[in-house]
């Protein structure tokens, strides 16, 4: 059971939307579809978790966002290919 972040109702469920991303460098935004998603029937939001609001950003962080389509799918993002072996820029890990 999902609580959802907003209104800690338990009638949160998974579901996929579209989001939209500002890549890092600011140069533009891609509406990422399909994304992995809570939404609460309760206060109507539908939000991302944190860890894939993460693998987003380091997804985005670390492929050529030069050739990313304006639009995309989650799954198609995540299948992108990595400039970088790992995020150098994250200290956290
Ligand atoms: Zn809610």
């Known amino acids: 059971m999902l609580k959802c972040n907003w209104c800690e ?34 206060c109507g939001m539908e939000y ?3 860890s894939i609001v993460k693998e987003i950003e380091d997804q985005l962080f670390l492929i050529n966002t030069r050739e990313l389509e304006a639009e995309l799918s989650y799954t ?17 890990s």
């Open 9 to 42: 109702s338990l009638n949160a469920t998974t579901s996929t939307g579209t989001v939209y991303w500002e890549l890092p460098d600011g140069t533009k935004a891609v509406a990422i579809t399909e994304t992995p998603s809570v939404v609460c029937v309760d």
């Open 48 to 50: 991302q978790e944190d």
């Open 76 to 92: 198609q993002l995540m299948g992108k290919q990595r400039l970088l072996k790992r995020n150098y820029f994250d200290f956290t």
